[in-house]
């Protein structure tokens, strides 16, 4: 599975972004697809997910603040990002799941999208 997360940059606290991650090498529709992060110097943490059959599943962090979408006609994952905090900075990776196993993932991490939240 080859993966291209996109749409990173600089953002004011309280601001939104939109990232977006296209996914080949898969049956795209039959995937579930996360969205993680990792803060420098941390481990890498769950963002939210969206099943192969549209529910979604976010991190508690995220919360209310985060929606992700799926077009499967493009192959496509979203992030829409809202009310954006200083902890929110990290690099943001996308990647295919089992459905229910959001840490058995089919693709490599690549070098994802890095997302700052100035204060």
């Known amino acids: 599975v080859q993966l291209q997360a996109s749409g990173g940059g600089l953002v004011e606290a309280g601001g939104s972004l939109r990232l977006s991650c296209v996914a080949s090498?898969?049956?795209?529709?039959?995937?579930?697809m996360g969205w993680y992060r990792q803060a420098p110097g941390k481990g890498r943490e769950f963002v939210a997910t969206?099943?192969?059959?549209?529910?979604?599943i976010y991190g508690d962090s995220v919360k209310g603040r985060f929606a992700v979408s799926r077009d499967n006609a493009k192959n496509t994952v979203s992030l829409q990002m809202n009310s954006l905090k200083p902890e929110d900075t990290a690099v943001y990776y996308c990647n295919a799941h089992r459905d229910g196993s959001r840490w058995d993932v089919f693709g490599s991490w690549g070098q994802g999208t890095l997302v700052t939240v100035s204060s």
């Open positions: 090498g898969t049956i795209f529709s039959s995937v579930a």
């Open positions: 969206i099943t192969s059959s549209g529910r979604t």
